[in-house]
């Protein structure tokens, strides 16, 4: 089992619409969330973090955690062609140290 | 803010040769990692440096690749001898401990080609 999976897509959706990526995890010791966006041949850059579990906003984003189904999505609203890309979910057992990555999901918005 | 940068941004070498990639952090960030990334996977940690000592190598292969952080500032990551498999990119990542959190900023990489 790997430790961060993720569906590795591509994810396809119209412009406008909400796409949801998904991750789970296996260590249930697991204390901080992050999603990456990586456009190709780009280094990642954070889109968001997570510690609690519920919701948070961020402008089109939103992060969502359930620590007891060891689940982690991101949702974007009223997606852009711009926002295609591989979005990676990363996980650490404290706050930021050891990052490991899942392989990402690829999204493509179709205008 | 300048952000992490790392040199060179591309390099070819046969199997065999050495090749050392180069990383300045952000400055000020204590934290400094190494990352290898495959092509269609995530990054995984090589090593990571808090200042000057390493707080985690487990996944670096340490009989062919080798990091070291002078003076806690820019660092250096070398592999010898290279082998097909080491093709990939090798992302330099660095972060400042502030609380609730540990965010990691990404260098533009270093894309290896072992032919």
């Known amino acids: 089992q790997k430790e961060v999976e993720q569906n590795s897509g591509p994810l396809s959706v119209p412009e406008g619409a909400i796409a949801s990526l998904n991750c789970t995890y296996s260590d249930r010791g697991s204390q901080s969330f992050f999603w990456y966006r990586q456009y190709s041949g780009k280094s990642p850059e954070l889109i968001m973090f997570i510690y609690s579990n519920g919701d948070k906003e961020d402008g089109r984003f939103t992060a969502q955690l359930n620590k007891a189904s060891q689940y982690v999505s991101l949702l974007i609203r009223d997606s852009q062609p711009s926002d295609s890309a591989t979005y990676l979910c990363a996980v650490a057992r404290e706050y930021g140290n050891k990052l490991v990555f899942g392989a990402g999901t690829i999204l493509r918005v179709k205008s | 803010e300048a952000g992490v940068a790392q040199s060179p941004r591309y390099k070819i070498i046969e199997k065999r040769q050495s090749v050392a990639f180069w990383c300045n952090p952000i400055s000020g960030h204590a934290t400094l990692y190494w990352y290898q990334q495959i092509l269609g996977q995530g990054p995984k940690l090589l090593i990571q440096?808090?200042?000057?000592?390493?707080?985690?190598d487990s996944q670096l292969p340490k009989d062919r690749f080798s990091a070291e952080r002078l003076k806690g500032v820019d660092s250096t990551l070398k592999i010898q001898p290279a082998k097909l498999e080491d093709s990939a990119v090798y992302l330099c990542?660095?972060?400042?401990?502030?609380?609730?959190?540990?965010?990691?900023?990404f260098g533009a990489g270093t894309r290896l080609s072992v032919l």
């Open positions: 990542a660095s972060s400042l401990i502030a609380a609730g959190g540990n965010i990691q900023y």
């Open positions: 440096f808090q200042n000057n000592g390493v707080v985690d």
